[in-house]
């Protein structure tokens, strides 16, 4: 698995109202979302992912944020992971545009997430 992480690629906020997530990070960054839509925006920073989800939309109805860890492929890395006794918290999906995702819970039950994003290429 060393060796499969490529960096830490995405950052997720699970908000409970997504338009005034939207308005407060788009005043912050200065800039517009690249990806609207009610089920999820997207912006690009400094050619990292910030998303924001709609709470209701994650497993626990959790509020914080998620960090996603890239790597090349994800069945490779989830088949790693279980290996070494890891359980997906979430199982891998596509998210669209060739991008999938998938989640695992550390020792304290925090969500680590892992994405294969051909987008973002090597770090």
Not at 5 to 11: D, N, Q, R
Not at 29 to 52: R, T
Request: hydrophobic content about 40%; overall charge negative; proline content about 5%.
């Amino acid at each position: 698995m060393k060796n499969q992480i490529l960096g830490l690629y995405t950052a997720i906020y699970h908000v409970d109202d997504l338009d005034r997530a939207k308005a407060f990070y788009t005043t912050l960054l200065g800039q517009e979302p690249y990806f609207d839509q009610p089920f999820y925006v997207g912006y690009n920073v400094a050619g990292y992912e910030l998303g924001l989800l709609p709470a209701a939309s994650s497993p626990r109805k959790e509020k914080g944020c998620v960090a996603y860890w890239g790597v090349e492929n994800i069945e490779a890395a989830a088949g790693t992971l279980a290996a070494k006794g890891f359980s997906l918290f979430e199982p891998i999906k596509d998210v669209g545009g060739e991008i999938k995702v998938a989640t695992f819970l550390d020792a304290d039950a925090n969500i680590v997430g892992l994405i294969e994003n051909p987008h973002f290429g090597k770090k």
